[in-house]
């Protein structure tokens, strides 16, 4: 069985989806490893690195010709010309660009999207969404101390007492207590909200107060553990409600996601005008649109002296450790799927009957398997008509 570990092409992309060290545990599994000159330069990891564990250099074109197995950061839109009996496995956006999936279904190859990964006990180490928001909420800090024109602890000095920044965090998802995490780190006041009731004790765990709102969320959390979007007089009514703390901060970070959908607005622009000069709002929804309606992502904007971040892709700042994450979860997962024999074999052994692997699987045999996917196709085409 041979792996081959393709450059990545989307613009901005600086991960990799498999380090040197992941190569010499797939070496150690009994796959052989192709490389494309430079995959992992921009993480930090030069082409000899991957050669000292085994790993073989090959062109773009061989490495998609003849590795049975793709592993990529970015697997969609495809970066190769894929071909029947070849598996690519990384993240997919299958419910945000469920079309582009259909389109990559016609070349008969089998696509397995990280994104998908059940909130199992048994898929926790593969659990690359998480891990990647672990360094979005970490980062999205970092960015807010940068741009605040004020210090985040409170210091006793000889020129006098520096009073705390006041942060406040929306969304308590792993992004969210990650920022808490460092917010806190770094000497803040923090206090944090989420629709689910049942995060309260882990935000004061981290140190935060937990804002209450009392407004009445149905379902807020889905049986993964996502928070559930919610319909407009539910968000309108949490706006109205929190902007009293928003007025009160010094940093808003914002980071609620629900899967396939536009990033819920949660903070408008009546909201940023209440906050003081010098304020700074970091969007990390911005890349499904954002939670502020001021955010342009990748873009810095200033309204009436407040700064809005809106970083689209976070991990890829951070590209050593945020692929040394990802490449412990691919390999992870690839380990997972090519059971105890698999390596030995020419083409992956899929086992549709276990929930790993079904959960994950959006292609196979020319056609979308993903029941969810297909929906969402399903209703594209009547909206079509």
């Given at each position: 069985?041979?792996?081959?570990?393709?450059?990545?092409?989307?613009?901005?992309?600086?991960?990799?989806?498999?380090i040197?060290?992941?190569?010499?545990?797939?070496?150690?599994?009994?796959?052989?490893v192709?490389?494309?000159p430079g995959?992992?330069?921009?993480?930090?990891?030069?082409?000899?690195?991957y050669?000292?564990q085994g790993?073989?250099?090959?062109?773009?074109?061989?490495?998609?010709?003849?590795?049975?197995?793709?592993l990529?950061?970015?697997?969609?839109?495809?970066?190769?010309?894929?071909?029947?009996?070849q598996?690519?496995?990384?993240f997919?956006?299958p419910?945000?660009?469920?079309?582009?999936?259909?389109?990559?279904?016609?070349?008969?190859?089998?696509?397995?999207s990280?994104?998908?990964?059940?909130r199992?006990?048994?898929?926790q180490s593969?659990?690359?969404?998480?891990?990647?928001?672990?360094?979005?909420g970490?980062?999205?800090?970092?960015?807010?101390?940068?741009?605040l024109?004020?210090?985040f602890?409170?210091?006793?000095?000889?020129?006098?007492t520096?009073?705390?920044?006041?942060?406040f965090?929306?969304?308590?998802?792993?992004?969210?207590?990650?920022?808490?995490?460092?917010a806190r780190?770094?000497?803040?006041?923090v206090?944090a909200y989420?629709?689910?009731p049942?995060?309260?004790?882990?935000?004061?765990?981290?140190?935060?107060k937990?804002?209450?709102?009392?407004?009445?969320?149905?379902?807020?959390?889905d049986?993964?553990?996502y928070a559930?979007?919610?319909d407009?007089s539910?968000y309108?009514?949490?706006?109205?409600?929190?902007?009293?703390?928003?007025?009160g901060s010094?940093?808003?970070?914002?980071?609620?996601?629900i899967?396939?959908?536009?990033a819920?607005?949660?903070?408008?622009?009546e909201?940023?005008e209440?906050?003081?000069?010098?304020?700074?709002?970091?969007?990390?929804?911005?890349?499904r649109?954002g939670?502020?309606?001021l955010?342009?992502?990748d873009?810095?904007v200033?309204?009436?002296?407040?700064?809005?971040?809106?970083?689209?892709?976070?991990?890829?700042?951070v590209?050593?450790?945020?692929?040394?994450?990802?490449?412990k979860?691919?390999?992870?997962?690839?380990?997972h799927?090519?059971?105890?024999?698999g390596?030995?074999?020419?083409?992956?052994?899929?086992d549709a009957?276990d929930?790993?692997?079904r959960?994950t699987m959006?292609i196979?045999?020319?056609?979308?398997?993903h029941p969810?996917?297909r929906?969402?196709?399903?209703?594209?085409?009547l909206?079509?008509?």
């Amino acid at each position: 069985m041979r792996v081959g570990i393709p450059k990545e092409t989307w613009p901005g992309e600086t991960r990799v989806a498999v380090i040197p060290a992941g190569a010499a545990t797939l070496k150690k599994a009994g796959v052989d490893v192709a490389i494309e000159p430079g995959a992992g330069a921009s993480a930090g990891f030069p082409d000899g690195a991957y050669e000292q564990q085994g790993a073989v250099l090959v062109s773009r074109s061989e490495l998609f010709a003849h590795a049975e197995i793709v592993l990529q950061v970015r697997a969609i839109p495809v970066g190769g010309a894929l071909h029947k009996d070849q598996t690519v496995i990384g993240f997919a956006d299958p419910l945000g660009a469920p079309e582009l999936i259909e389109q990559a279904a016609a070349t008969g190859a089998t696509l397995m999207s990280m994104e998908l990964m059940p909130r199992i006990t048994r898929a926790q180490s593969m659990d690359a969404l998480s891990a990647m928001a672990t360094i979005t909420g970490y980062k999205g800090v970092l960015l807010a101390a940068s741009a605040l024109p004020r210090m985040f602890p409170m210091l006793m000095t000889a020129a006098g007492t520096l009073s705390a920044a006041r942060v406040f965090i929306v969304g308590a998802g792993v992004a969210g207590l990650q920022a808490i995490a460092t917010a806190r780190r770094l000497g803040a006041k923090v206090e944090a909200y989420d629709v689910r009731p049942a995060v309260k004790e882990q935000v004061q765990s981290l140190g935060a107060k937990f804002v209450e709102l009392p407004i009445e969320s149905a379902d807020a959390e889905d049986k993964g553990g996502y928070a559930k979007a919610q319909d407009e007089s539910f968000y309108r009514r949490q706006r109205e409600m929190m902007i009293k703390v928003v007025a009160g901060s010094d940093v808003v970070i914002t980071t609620a996601l629900i899967p396939g959908k536009r990033a819920p607005i949660l903070l408008t622009a009546e909201m940023v005008e209440a906050m003081s000069p010098g304020s700074v709002v970091v969007d990390l929804a911005a890349e499904r649109g954002g939670n502020c309606e001021l955010t342009r992502p990748d873009e810095t904007v200033v309204h009436r002296g407040v700064t809005i971040l809106g970083p689209s892709n976070p991990p890829a700042s951070v590209p050593y450790h945020a692929s040394q994450m990802y490449s412990k979860n691919i390999i992870t997962f690839l380990v997972h799927l090519l059971g105890k024999t698999g390596a030995q074999q020419t083409t992956m052994p899929i086992d549709a009957t276990d929930e790993i692997t079904r959960e994950t699987m959006l292609i196979r045999h020319g056609e979308v398997v993903h029941p969810r996917v297909r929906e969402m196709l399903d209703a594209n085409r009547l909206l079509k008509k």
